[in-house]
Protein backbone atom coordinates (compact mmCIF):
# COMPACT_ATOMS: atom_id res chain seq x y z
CA UNK A 1 0.00 0.00 0.00
CA UNK A 2 1.39 3.32 -1.09
CA UNK A 3 0.87 6.47 1.79
CA UNK A 4 2.59 9.19 0.39
CA UNK A 5 3.22 10.63 -3.23
CA UNK A 6 7.06 9.40 -2.74
CA UNK A 7 5.94 5.94 -2.59
CA UNK A 8 3.09 5.76 -5.24
CA UNK A 9 5.87 7.53 -7.74
CA UNK A 10 8.53 4.83 -6.79
CA UNK A 11 6.14 1.89 -7.60
CA UNK A 12 5.66 3.26 -11.02
CA UNK A 13 8.94 3.85 -11.59
CA UNK A 14 9.83 0.44 -10.87
CA UNK A 15 6.69 -1.32 -12.61
CA UNK A 16 6.61 1.27 -15.07
CA UNK A 17 2.87 1.33 -15.12
CA UNK A 18 0.41 4.11 -14.54
CA UNK A 19 -1.11 5.90 -10.73
CA UNK A 20 -4.15 4.71 -12.26
CA UNK A 21 -2.80 1.27 -12.28
CA UNK A 22 -1.61 1.06 -8.73
CA UNK A 23 -4.81 2.24 -7.60
CA UNK A 24 -6.74 -0.63 -9.46
CA UNK A 25 -4.55 -2.87 -8.24
CA UNK A 26 -3.95 -1.44 -4.54
CA UNK A 27 -7.87 -1.79 -4.64
CA UNK A 28 -8.03 -5.27 -5.81
CA UNK A 29 -5.40 -6.71 -3.28
CA UNK A 30 -6.69 -4.47 -0.36
CA UNK A 31 -10.56 -5.51 -0.92
CA UNK A 32 -10.11 -9.14 -2.37
CA UNK A 33 -12.06 -8.09 -5.41
CA UNK A 34 -11.81 -8.90 -9.09
CA UNK A 35 -10.24 -6.29 -11.91
CA UNK A 36 -13.92 -6.63 -13.06
CA UNK A 37 -15.53 -5.42 -9.62
CA UNK A 38 -13.27 -2.35 -8.93
CA UNK A 39 -14.13 -1.30 -12.70
CA UNK A 40 -17.64 -1.93 -12.76
CA UNK A 41 -17.86 0.35 -9.86
CA UNK A 42 -16.18 2.91 -10.96
CA UNK A 43 -18.68 2.79 -14.07
CA UNK A 44 -21.58 3.06 -11.95
CA UNK A 45 -19.75 6.33 -10.54
CA UNK A 46 -18.47 7.59 -13.63
CA UNK A 47 -22.49 7.15 -15.37
CA UNK A 48 -23.57 9.11 -11.86
CA UNK A 49 -21.30 12.23 -12.65
CA UNK A 50 -21.82 12.06 -16.19
CA UNK A 51 -25.82 12.10 -15.48
CA UNK A 52 -25.30 15.24 -12.79
CA UNK A 53 -23.20 17.19 -15.19
CA UNK A 54 -26.21 17.09 -18.25
CA UNK A 55 -29.09 17.74 -15.87
CA UNK A 56 -26.83 20.78 -14.66
CA UNK A 57 -26.21 22.35 -17.93
CA UNK A 58 -29.38 21.39 -19.64
CA UNK A 59 -32.11 21.46 -16.60
CA UNK A 60 -32.78 25.02 -14.57
CA UNK A 61 -32.04 23.57 -11.13
CA UNK A 62 -32.55 25.72 -8.35
CA UNK A 63 -31.53 24.70 -4.70
CA UNK A 64 -34.18 24.16 -1.46
CA UNK A 65 -32.92 27.25 -0.07
CA UNK A 66 -33.33 29.42 -3.47
CA UNK A 67 -29.71 30.61 -3.55
CA UNK A 68 -28.28 28.57 -5.80
CA UNK A 69 -29.10 27.19 -9.14
CA UNK A 70 -28.93 27.75 -12.98
CA UNK A 71 -25.18 29.54 -12.93
CA UNK A 72 -23.73 26.44 -15.05
CA UNK A 73 -26.30 26.60 -17.22
CA UNK A 74 -26.09 30.08 -18.05
CA UNK A 75 -22.51 30.28 -18.33
CA UNK A 76 -22.66 26.89 -20.63
CA UNK A 77 -25.03 28.69 -22.74
CA UNK A 78 -22.84 31.62 -22.69
CA UNK A 79 -20.09 29.64 -24.38
CA UNK A 80 -21.93 27.95 -26.73
CA UNK A 81 -22.43 31.82 -28.49
CA UNK A 82 -19.62 33.94 -27.22
CA UNK A 83 -16.43 34.56 -27.86
CA UNK A 84 -15.08 33.96 -24.14
CA UNK A 85 -11.96 35.24 -22.70
CA UNK A 86 -10.70 32.66 -21.05
CA UNK A 87 -11.50 29.85 -23.86
CA UNK A 88 -14.04 27.09 -24.60
CA UNK A 89 -12.46 24.30 -22.42
CA UNK A 90 -11.08 26.39 -19.88
CA UNK A 91 -14.97 27.49 -18.85
CA UNK A 92 -16.31 24.41 -19.88
CA UNK A 93 -14.28 22.78 -17.33
CA UNK A 94 -15.96 25.35 -15.04
CA UNK A 95 -19.37 25.04 -16.22
CA UNK A 96 -19.72 21.44 -15.69
CA UNK A 97 -17.88 22.03 -12.37
CA UNK A 98 -20.46 24.43 -11.35
CA UNK A 99 -23.64 22.56 -12.59
CA UNK A 100 -22.78 19.81 -10.81
CA UNK A 101 -22.64 20.85 -7.63
CA UNK A 102 -25.70 23.18 -8.51
CA UNK A 103 -27.19 19.43 -8.53
CA UNK A 104 -26.02 18.62 -5.66
CA UNK A 105 -27.13 21.40 -3.99
CA UNK A 106 -30.79 20.43 -5.30
CA UNK A 107 -30.44 17.47 -3.02
CA UNK A 108 -30.33 15.93 -6.56
CA UNK A 109 -27.93 12.56 -7.04
CA UNK A 110 -23.84 13.24 -7.36
CA UNK A 111 -20.88 11.21 -6.68
CA UNK A 112 -18.63 12.73 -3.71
CA UNK A 113 -15.15 13.38 -5.27
CA UNK A 114 -13.85 13.68 -2.49
CA UNK A 115 -16.74 15.11 -0.70
CA UNK A 116 -19.70 16.48 -2.10
CA UNK A 117 -19.23 20.23 -1.80
CA UNK A 118 -16.02 19.61 -3.86
CA UNK A 119 -17.82 16.65 -5.87
CA UNK A 120 -17.99 19.55 -9.46
CA UNK A 121 -14.15 20.13 -9.80
CA UNK A 122 -13.10 16.42 -10.82
CA UNK A 123 -15.88 15.47 -12.93
CA UNK A 124 -16.19 19.10 -14.54
CA UNK A 125 -12.04 18.45 -15.46
CA UNK A 126 -12.81 15.18 -17.07
CA UNK A 127 -15.61 16.31 -19.19
CA UNK A 128 -14.17 19.42 -20.69
CA UNK A 129 -11.13 17.39 -21.68
CA UNK A 130 -13.62 14.53 -22.98
CA UNK A 131 -14.38 16.84 -25.54
CA UNK A 132 -11.16 18.18 -26.48
CA UNK A 133 -8.35 14.79 -25.91
CA UNK A 134 -11.68 12.44 -26.80
CA UNK A 135 -10.80 9.36 -24.44
CA UNK A 136 -11.88 5.99 -24.82
CA UNK A 137 -14.52 5.04 -21.62
CA UNK A 138 -11.51 2.89 -20.00
CA UNK A 139 -9.19 5.92 -20.08
CA UNK A 140 -12.22 8.48 -18.44
CA UNK A 141 -12.04 5.44 -15.61
CA UNK A 142 -8.51 5.70 -15.14
CA UNK A 143 -8.65 9.40 -15.00
CA UNK A 144 -11.09 8.57 -11.67
CA UNK A 145 -8.58 6.42 -10.21
CA UNK A 146 -5.52 8.71 -10.36
CA UNK A 147 -7.56 11.68 -9.14
CA UNK A 148 -8.62 8.68 -6.58
CA UNK A 149 -4.83 7.91 -5.50
CA UNK A 150 -4.01 11.39 -4.59
CA UNK A 151 -7.46 12.08 -2.80
CA UNK A 152 -6.31 8.87 -0.89
CA UNK A 153 -2.60 10.11 -0.05
CA UNK A 154 -4.84 13.51 1.08
CA UNK A 155 -7.24 11.99 3.06
CA UNK A 156 -4.83 9.59 4.86
CA UNK A 157 -2.21 12.01 5.95
CA UNK A 158 -4.26 15.46 5.76
CA UNK A 159 -8.41 15.80 5.80
CA UNK A 160 -10.96 16.31 2.82
CA UNK A 161 -12.83 17.17 5.58
CA UNK A 162 -14.25 20.99 5.84
CA UNK A 163 -15.11 20.88 9.33
CA UNK A 164 -11.83 19.73 9.72
CA UNK A 165 -9.42 21.17 7.81
CA UNK A 166 -11.72 24.46 5.43
CA UNK A 167 -12.00 24.35 1.93
CA UNK A 168 -8.36 23.80 1.09
CA UNK A 169 -9.60 20.22 2.35
CA UNK A 170 -12.34 19.64 -0.14
CA UNK A 171 -12.29 22.22 -3.08
CA UNK A 172 -8.22 22.19 -2.68
CA UNK A 173 -7.72 18.36 -2.71
CA UNK A 174 -10.44 17.84 -5.54
CA UNK A 175 -8.53 20.60 -7.53
CA UNK A 176 -5.14 18.54 -7.07
CA UNK A 177 -6.40 15.54 -7.60
CA UNK A 178 -8.25 16.56 -11.10
CA UNK A 179 -4.81 18.56 -11.83
CA UNK A 180 -2.61 15.30 -11.55
CA UNK A 181 -5.47 12.77 -13.28
CA UNK A 182 -5.65 15.66 -16.35
CA UNK A 183 -2.01 15.10 -16.78
CA UNK A 184 -2.18 11.73 -17.02
CA UNK A 185 -4.98 11.66 -19.51
CA UNK A 186 -2.87 14.80 -21.96
CA UNK A 187 0.10 12.05 -22.00
CA UNK A 188 2.47 12.98 -18.97
CA UNK A 189 4.22 11.70 -16.57
CA UNK A 190 3.62 10.02 -13.28
CA UNK A 191 6.06 12.59 -11.82
CA UNK A 192 4.55 15.17 -13.58
CA UNK A 193 0.88 14.46 -12.64
CA UNK A 194 2.99 14.38 -8.68
CA UNK A 195 4.11 18.50 -10.31
CA UNK A 196 0.05 19.57 -11.05
CA UNK A 197 -0.96 18.09 -7.81
CA UNK A 198 1.63 20.34 -6.10
CA UNK A 199 1.14 23.37 -7.86
CA UNK A 200 -2.48 23.06 -7.79
CA UNK A 201 -2.89 22.93 -3.89
CA UNK A 202 -0.47 25.33 -3.07
CA UNK A 203 -2.52 28.11 -4.79
CA UNK A 204 -5.49 27.14 -2.38
CA UNK A 205 -3.79 26.76 0.24
CA UNK A 206 -5.27 28.68 3.44
CA UNK A 207 -8.90 28.41 1.83
CA UNK A 208 -11.58 28.56 4.34
CA UNK A 209 -14.88 26.92 4.82
CA UNK A 210 -17.65 29.72 5.89
CA UNK A 211 -20.69 28.65 3.77
CA UNK A 212 -23.63 31.12 4.17
CA UNK A 213 -26.06 29.59 6.53
CA UNK A 214 -24.24 27.10 6.75
CA UNK A 215 -25.48 25.71 3.32
CA UNK A 216 -23.03 24.02 1.20
CA UNK A 217 -23.96 26.84 -2.03
CA UNK A 218 -21.85 30.24 -1.33
CA UNK A 219 -19.95 29.97 -1.94
CA UNK A 220 -19.17 26.53 -2.73
CA UNK A 221 -20.47 26.30 -5.95
CA UNK A 222 -18.00 29.24 -7.17
CA UNK A 223 -15.05 27.63 -5.49
CA UNK A 224 -15.84 24.43 -7.43
CA UNK A 225 -15.37 27.01 -10.73
CA UNK A 226 -12.11 28.40 -9.16
CA UNK A 227 -10.78 24.82 -8.19
CA UNK A 228 -11.77 23.37 -11.82
CA UNK A 229 -10.09 26.11 -13.43
CA UNK A 230 -6.72 25.82 -11.02
CA UNK A 231 -6.94 22.33 -12.05
CA UNK A 232 -6.00 22.98 -15.70
CA UNK A 233 -3.99 25.95 -15.68
CA UNK A 234 -2.16 23.94 -13.05
CA UNK A 235 -1.59 20.73 -15.57
CA UNK A 236 -0.58 22.65 -18.36
CA UNK A 237 2.45 24.40 -15.70
CA UNK A 238 3.43 20.72 -15.30
CA UNK A 239 3.19 19.83 -18.62
CA UNK A 240 4.97 22.22 -19.91
CA UNK A 241 8.01 20.98 -17.49
CA UNK A 242 7.42 23.32 -14.56
CA UNK A 243 7.79 22.01 -11.36
CA UNK A 244 7.28 22.68 -7.79
CA UNK A 245 10.06 23.91 -5.34
CA UNK A 246 7.68 22.11 -2.27
CA UNK A 247 7.06 18.28 -3.27
CA UNK A 248 3.71 17.47 -3.13
CA UNK A 249 3.70 15.65 0.18
CA UNK A 250 5.68 18.42 2.14
CA UNK A 251 2.82 20.70 0.62
CA UNK A 252 -0.03 18.11 1.94
CA UNK A 253 1.75 18.26 5.13
CA UNK A 254 1.47 22.30 5.25
CA UNK A 255 -2.78 21.88 4.45
CA UNK A 256 -2.81 19.67 7.45
CA UNK A 257 -1.12 22.04 9.49
CA UNK A 258 -3.17 24.83 8.20
CA UNK A 259 -6.26 23.19 8.58
CA UNK A 260 -4.76 22.61 12.80
CA UNK A 261 -4.61 26.24 13.42
CA UNK A 262 -7.38 27.67 11.18
CA UNK A 263 -10.34 29.38 13.64
CA UNK A 264 -12.94 27.14 14.14
CA UNK A 265 -15.30 30.16 12.77
CA UNK A 266 -14.19 29.13 9.65
CA UNK A 267 -14.36 25.45 9.46
CA UNK A 268 -17.98 25.05 8.26
CA UNK A 269 -19.76 26.67 11.20
CA UNK A 270 -21.15 29.04 9.50
CA UNK A 271 -19.87 31.74 12.30
CA UNK A 272 -17.05 33.53 10.54
CA UNK A 273 -15.73 34.74 6.33
CA UNK A 274 -18.36 35.01 4.08
CA UNK A 275 -21.42 33.82 6.43
CA UNK A 276 -20.23 36.22 8.49
CA UNK A 277 -21.28 39.27 6.42
CA UNK A 278 -24.09 41.70 6.22
CA UNK A 279 -25.37 40.10 3.31
CA UNK A 280 -24.86 36.32 4.38
CA UNK A 281 -26.52 36.92 7.98
CA UNK A 282 -29.14 38.51 6.51
CA UNK A 283 -29.76 35.61 4.07
CA UNK A 284 -29.29 33.19 6.80
CA UNK A 285 -32.12 34.62 8.64
CA UNK A 286 -34.27 34.67 5.17
CA UNK A 287 -33.73 30.96 4.75
CA UNK A 288 -33.86 29.79 8.74
CA UNK A 289 -35.73 32.98 10.60
CA UNK A 290 -34.51 34.08 13.64
CA UNK A 291 -33.69 31.08 15.63
CA UNK A 292 -30.40 31.01 16.56
CA UNK A 293 -27.75 28.17 14.81
CA UNK B 1 -4.77 4.51 7.52
CA UNK B 2 -8.39 5.84 7.82
CA UNK B 3 -9.19 5.38 4.58
CA UNK B 4 -8.57 2.23 2.73
CA UNK B 5 -10.68 2.49 -0.22
CA UNK B 6 -10.63 4.44 -3.62
CA UNK B 7 -14.00 4.23 -3.51
CA UNK B 8 -14.00 6.25 0.07
CA UNK B 9 -12.62 9.15 -2.30
CA UNK B 10 -14.68 8.97 -5.56
CA UNK B 11 -17.71 8.08 -4.02
CA UNK B 12 -20.14 7.54 -2.53
CA UNK B 13 -22.81 8.28 -4.94
CA UNK B 14 -25.26 10.41 -2.85
CA UNK B 15 -28.17 12.32 -2.83
CA UNK B 16 -26.55 15.73 -1.99
CA UNK B 17 -26.10 18.24 -0.31
CA UNK B 18 -23.63 17.19 2.10
CA UNK B 19 -20.98 14.25 2.39
CA UNK B 20 -20.40 14.49 6.06
CA UNK B 21 -24.15 15.53 7.06
CA UNK B 22 -26.28 13.83 4.76
CA UNK B 23 -24.34 10.64 2.90
CA UNK B 24 -22.55 10.07 6.48
CA UNK B 25 -25.92 10.79 8.46
CA UNK B 26 -27.81 8.34 5.87
CA UNK B 27 -25.13 5.81 6.21
CA UNK B 28 -25.26 6.18 10.71
CA UNK B 29 -28.85 5.89 10.12
CA UNK B 30 -28.41 2.67 7.97
CA UNK B 31 -26.54 0.87 10.78
CA UNK B 32 -28.89 1.72 13.46
CA UNK B 33 -31.55 0.12 11.46
CA UNK B 34 -29.45 -2.78 10.30
CA UNK B 35 -28.79 -3.64 14.12
CA UNK B 36 -32.14 -3.15 15.19
CA UNK B 37 -33.18 -4.96 12.39
CA UNK B 38 -36.61 -3.94 12.39
CA UNK B 39 -38.49 -0.87 11.39
CA UNK B 40 -38.97 1.19 14.49
CA UNK B 41 -42.03 3.03 16.46
CA UNK B 42 -39.79 5.75 17.87
CA UNK B 43 -36.88 6.98 16.90
CA UNK B 44 -35.53 9.72 19.20
CA UNK B 45 -32.54 11.81 17.42
CA UNK B 46 -29.82 14.01 19.42
CA UNK B 47 -27.75 15.76 17.35
CA UNK B 48 -24.33 17.34 18.65
CA UNK B 49 -21.90 20.40 17.52
CA UNK B 50 -21.93 20.97 13.81
CA UNK B 51 -24.60 18.01 13.14
CA UNK B 52 -27.01 20.07 15.46
CA UNK B 53 -26.08 23.54 13.95
CA UNK B 54 -26.56 23.11 10.33
CA UNK B 55 -28.84 19.94 9.95
CA UNK B 56 -31.46 21.78 8.45
CA UNK B 57 -29.81 23.00 5.54
CA UNK B 58 -28.03 20.25 5.20
CA UNK B 59 -30.83 17.71 4.99
CA UNK B 60 -28.66 15.61 7.86
CA UNK B 61 -32.51 15.00 9.32
CA UNK B 62 -34.28 13.53 6.42
CA UNK B 63 -31.06 11.36 5.69
CA UNK B 64 -30.91 10.09 9.30
CA UNK B 65 -34.43 9.13 9.23
CA UNK B 66 -33.83 8.16 5.62
CA UNK B 67 -31.17 5.77 6.86
CA UNK B 68 -33.61 4.33 9.72
CA UNK B 69 -35.76 3.59 7.19
CA UNK B 70 -33.21 1.71 5.10
CA UNK B 71 -32.66 3.73 2.63
CA UNK B 72 -28.54 3.98 1.59
CA UNK B 73 -27.21 6.51 0.32
CA UNK B 74 -28.05 7.12 -3.14
CA UNK B 75 -31.84 6.40 -2.33
CA UNK B 76 -33.66 9.36 -4.20
CA UNK B 77 -36.34 9.09 -1.36
CA UNK B 78 -34.27 10.44 1.14
CA UNK B 79 -35.63 13.60 0.86
CA UNK B 80 -38.95 12.78 1.56
CA UNK B 81 -37.86 10.50 4.49
CA UNK B 82 -39.47 12.16 7.11
CA UNK B 83 -42.88 12.49 5.54
CA UNK B 84 -42.28 8.67 4.75
CA UNK B 85 -41.39 7.82 8.21
CA UNK B 86 -44.27 9.61 9.24
CA UNK B 87 -46.68 7.88 6.82
CA UNK B 88 -45.41 4.74 8.23
CA UNK B 89 -46.53 5.35 11.69
CA UNK B 90 -42.85 6.16 12.97
CA UNK B 91 -42.80 8.97 15.67
CA UNK B 92 -39.37 10.77 14.96
CA UNK B 93 -38.20 13.62 17.25
CA UNK B 94 -35.23 15.80 16.63
CA UNK B 95 -33.06 16.92 19.67
CA UNK B 96 -30.69 19.69 19.35
CA UNK B 97 -28.07 18.99 22.21
CA UNK B 98 -25.78 22.29 23.75
CA UNK B 99 -22.95 19.58 24.84
CA UNK B 100 -19.87 18.97 22.91
CA UNK B 101 -18.18 15.87 21.84
CA UNK B 102 -14.74 14.70 20.64
CA UNK B 103 -16.04 15.29 17.22
CA UNK B 104 -18.53 17.92 15.03
CA UNK B 105 -20.63 15.69 13.69
CA UNK B 106 -21.82 13.35 16.27
CA UNK B 107 -25.32 12.19 16.44
CA UNK B 108 -26.92 9.47 19.19
CA UNK B 109 -30.04 7.40 17.67
CA UNK B 110 -32.55 5.88 20.07
CA UNK B 111 -34.72 3.42 18.16
CA UNK B 112 -37.87 1.61 20.09
CA UNK B 113 -40.15 -0.56 19.28
CA UNK B 114 -42.80 -2.07 21.97
CA UNK B 115 -40.33 -3.03 24.91
CA UNK B 116 -37.43 -3.59 22.76
CA UNK B 117 -35.02 -0.52 22.40
CA UNK B 118 -31.33 0.33 20.99
CA UNK B 119 -29.20 3.29 21.54
CA UNK B 120 -26.17 3.91 18.85
CA UNK B 121 -24.10 7.26 18.73
CA UNK B 122 -22.11 7.66 15.65
CA UNK B 123 -19.56 10.37 13.93
CA UNK B 124 -19.08 11.28 9.98
CA UNK B 125 -15.52 12.06 9.85
CA UNK B 126 -15.60 13.04 6.12
CA UNK B 127 -16.18 12.24 2.53
CA UNK B 128 -19.36 9.85 3.59
CA UNK B 129 -17.21 7.98 6.26
CA UNK B 130 -18.95 7.17 9.57
CA UNK B 131 -17.62 5.39 12.79
CA UNK B 132 -19.75 3.62 15.18
CA UNK B 133 -18.43 5.22 19.02
CA UNK B 134 -21.10 3.43 21.28
CA UNK B 135 -23.76 0.54 20.96
CA UNK B 136 -26.24 0.14 24.07
CA UNK B 137 -23.63 1.94 26.08
CA UNK B 138 -21.25 -0.16 24.99
CA UNK B 139 -18.43 2.26 24.11
CA UNK B 140 -16.40 0.87 20.76
CA UNK B 141 -12.73 1.32 20.51
CA UNK B 142 -12.75 0.73 16.49
CA UNK B 143 -9.83 1.79 15.00
CA UNK B 144 -11.50 2.44 12.06
CA UNK B 145 -8.46 1.08 9.95
CA UNK B 146 -10.29 -2.54 8.86
CA UNK B 147 -13.33 -3.62 8.25
CA UNK B 148 -15.79 -4.30 11.64
CA UNK B 149 -18.61 -6.59 12.53
CA UNK B 150 -20.52 -5.86 15.56
CA UNK B 151 -22.41 -8.92 16.83
CA UNK B 152 -24.80 -8.44 19.73
CA UNK B 153 -25.06 -11.55 21.58
CA UNK B 154 -26.61 -13.15 25.34
CA UNK B 155 -23.58 -13.80 27.48
CA UNK B 156 -23.29 -17.57 27.32
CA UNK B 157 -20.47 -20.01 26.68
CA UNK B 158 -19.26 -20.85 23.17
CA UNK B 159 -21.04 -17.58 21.43
CA UNK B 160 -18.03 -16.14 21.13
CA UNK B 161 -16.11 -19.60 19.79
CA UNK B 162 -19.00 -19.83 17.23
CA UNK B 163 -18.17 -17.05 15.64
CA UNK B 164 -14.93 -17.25 15.42
CA UNK B 165 -15.07 -20.52 13.96
CA UNK B 166 -17.50 -19.40 11.19
CA UNK B 167 -14.64 -16.90 10.36
CA UNK B 168 -11.88 -18.87 10.20
CA UNK B 169 -14.05 -21.38 8.12
CA UNK B 170 -14.54 -18.66 5.53
CA UNK B 171 -10.58 -17.74 5.71
CA UNK B 172 -11.19 -14.29 7.42
CA UNK B 173 -8.95 -13.93 10.23
CA UNK B 174 -9.35 -11.62 13.13
CA UNK B 175 -6.88 -8.68 13.58
CA UNK B 176 -8.53 -7.45 16.93
CA UNK B 177 -11.15 -7.95 19.15
CA UNK B 178 -13.17 -7.09 22.20
CA UNK B 179 -15.80 -8.40 24.06
CA UNK B 180 -17.98 -6.56 26.78
CA UNK B 181 -21.13 -7.43 28.69
CA UNK B 182 -23.20 -5.38 30.79
CA UNK B 183 -23.72 -7.98 33.57
CA UNK B 184 -22.86 -11.96 33.83
CA UNK B 185 -24.85 -13.65 31.21
CA UNK B 186 -26.93 -10.78 30.14
CA UNK B 187 -26.25 -8.43 26.93
CA UNK B 188 -22.88 -8.53 25.29
CA UNK B 189 -21.23 -7.46 22.25
CA UNK B 190 -18.73 -8.63 20.49
CA UNK B 191 -16.42 -6.20 18.49
CA UNK B 192 -14.67 -7.76 15.61
CA UNK B 193 -12.11 -5.82 13.50
CA UNK B 194 -11.03 -8.68 10.52
CA UNK B 195 -8.57 -8.35 7.38
CA UNK B 196 -10.84 -9.27 4.91
CA UNK B 197 -14.61 -8.31 3.72
CA UNK B 198 -17.53 -10.08 5.19
CA UNK B 199 -20.31 -10.69 2.78
CA UNK B 200 -23.91 -10.28 3.61
CA UNK B 201 -24.11 -14.15 3.16
CA UNK B 202 -21.57 -14.82 5.79
CA UNK B 203 -23.46 -12.10 7.67
CA UNK B 204 -27.15 -13.37 7.85
CA UNK B 205 -25.15 -16.70 8.87
CA UNK B 206 -23.64 -15.29 11.88
CA UNK B 207 -26.93 -14.32 12.52
CA UNK B 208 -28.09 -17.92 12.75
CA UNK B 209 -25.98 -18.90 15.70
CA UNK B 210 -27.32 -19.72 19.34
CA UNK B 211 -27.52 -16.77 21.34
CA UNK B 212 -26.73 -14.50 18.32
CA UNK B 213 -29.29 -11.95 18.59
CA UNK B 214 -28.18 -9.17 16.02
CA UNK B 215 -25.24 -8.39 13.64
CA UNK B 216 -24.28 -5.52 11.31
CA UNK B 217 -20.52 -4.74 9.46
CA UNK B 218 -19.48 -0.90 9.83
CA UNK B 219 -17.49 -0.36 6.88
CA UNK B 220 -15.96 -2.15 4.23
Redesign the interface.
Known amino acids: MFHNVKELLEITEKRNIPISEVMIEQEMEIHNRTREEVIAQMDRNLTVMEQAVERGIKEQVKSVSGLTGGAGKKLYEYIQTNDTLAGPLLLDAVAKAMATNEVNAAMGTICATPTAGSAGVVPGVLFSLKEKLKPEREDMLRFLFTSGAFGFVVANNASISGAAGGCQAEVGSAAGMAAAAAVEMAGGTPKQSAEAMAITLKNMLGLVCDPVAGLVEVPCVKRNAAGASNAIVSADLALAGIESRIPADEVIDAMYRIGQTMPSALRETAEGGLAATPTGRRLQKEIFGDKPR | ????????????????????H??GAARIGLVARHLFQTEPERADIHLYG?FA??Y????TDVALVGGILGFDT?D?R??EAIKLAEERGIKVTFIEEEDEHDH??TVKIRLGKGKEQMELMGIS????KVEVKELNGFKLRLSGNHPAILVVHNDRYGAIASVSALLAENEINIGHMEVSRKDKGKEALMVIEVD??VDEELLAEIGTLASIEKVTKIH?
Open positions: MKFRSVFDIIGPVMVGPSSSTASKTQGHGHTIPPNIGGGQND
